[in-house]
């Protein structure tokens, strides 16, 4: 998708998100960004809550509960092992 829309550096510096803007990227008070400059080009990222990605996130990979005990008694062996 692609959106240009004008904004302007107000007090402070201050830019204001057009709500076109926020609404194609998600954001909400609070949210996150990343700011970075590329060759005379202001860039604006969304930074992701990990938590909430995980719970509204698509999902691509699943694990039983059994797998998840098996693979943590194989941390713990090792934990236990590599000890003092």
């Known amino acids: 998708m692609s959106l ?3 904004a302007y550096v107000g007090k ?3 830019i204001y998100l057009p709500k076109a803007i926020v609404k194609a990227l998600g954001i909400r008070e609070g949210c996150k960004v990343l700011l970075r ?9 969304v930074v992701r809550d990990p938590v909430e990605l995980a719970l509204s996130g698509r999902k691509f990979a699943s694990i039983s509960p059994g797998q998840i005990e ?4 194989e941390e713990q062996a090792k934990y236990v092992e590599g000890s003092p």
């Open 12 to 14: 402070k510096y201050a």
């Open 4 to 6: 240009a829309v004008e």
């Open 37 to 45: 400059v590329s060759g005379g080009i202001l860039v604006l990222e």
């Open 70 to 73: 098996a693979i943590s008694l």
